[in-house]
Antibody, heavy 119, light 111 residues
Framework: EVQLVESGGGLVQPGGSLRLSCAASGFTVSTNYMTWVRQAPGKGLEWVSVIYSSGSTYYADSLKGRFTISRDNSKNTLYLQMNSLRVEDTAVYYC?????????????WGRGTLVTVSS | QSVLTQPPSVSGAPGQRVTISCTGSSSNIGADYNVHWYQQLPGTAPKLLIYTNNNRPSGVPDRFSGSKSGTSASLAITGLQAEDEADYYCQSSDISLTGSVFGGGTKLTVL
């Protein structure tokens, strides 16, 4: 079955760090573009980061270098390392397979993992 | 405040037709970037509904259709059903922004 399963969310204090994982099955992460999207409670979707099949990475301007996207080809898994977390980073984080068709779109989504930043 | 503007809510009775607009500018939709649409049922992850302006992924009913003109795009739902009650998001790119942009989302209520 083709699917994505996120994990690694939880409660963390402001200034702390967390690493999210996204395990893929049924397709190969390294040959696809992969994206992280987040959704704050009761709010809309926000694009976070993308990693190309080439390994190039891009981030939302608002993140200011606090997040790092990566992948482990041997584990067919995508990661998001989040540092210097802020209360406003509280959200459900989704990983998504990304189709590059001049404008990206996201054809497969995981169920998401909740990150809560609070003291 | 997203660069893609959607109405916060729309509603319609079963069987009716509703449309959801996604208004952009010359730096996104008007720059010939494609528009994609997602449906998010309550408590679930988003699901791709329409890609590249007017294409439906396999399994999406033909009651859903998309269009794009100038600096705007629209999602139309005909033969409205109770199960269509969800949040709908448009998505595109913007010349001045890194990555992708989403509209603010529209909550569809089936009366």
């Amino acid at each position: 079955e083709v699917q994505l399963v996120e994990s690694g969310g939880g409660l963390v204090q402001p200034g702390g760090s967390l690493r999210l994982s996204c395990a893929a099955s049924g397709f190969t992460v390294s040959t696809n573009y992969m994206t992280w999207v987040r959704q704050a409670p009761g709010k809309g979707l926000e694009w976070v980061s993308v990693i190309y099949s080439s390994g190039s990475t891009y981030y939302a301007d608002s993140l200011k270098g606090r997040f790092t996207i990566s992948r482990d080809n041997s584990k067919n898994t995508l990661y998001l390392q989040m540092n210097s977390l802020r209360v406003e980073d509280t959200a459900v984080y989704y990983c998504a397979r990304t189709i590059n068709a001049f404008t990206w779109y996201f054809d497969l989504w995981g169920r998401g993992t909740l990150v809560t930043v609070s003291s | 405040q997203s660069v893609l503007t959607q109405p916060p809510s729309v509603s319609g009775a079963p069987g009716q037709r509703v449309t959801i607009s996604c208004t952009g500018s010359s730096s996104n939709i008007g720059a010939d970037y494609n528009v994609h649409w997602y449906q998010q049922l309550p408590g679930t992850a988003p699901k791709l509904l329409i890609y590249t302006n007017n294409n439906r992924p396999s399994g999406v009913p033909d009651r859903f259709s998309g269009s794009k003109s100038g600096t705007s795009a629209s999602l139309a739902i005909t033969g409205l059903q109770a199960e269509d009650e969800a949040d709908y998001y448009c998505q595109s790119s913007d010349i001045s922004l890194t990555g992708s942009v989403f509209g603010g989302g529209t909550k569809l209520t089936v009366l």
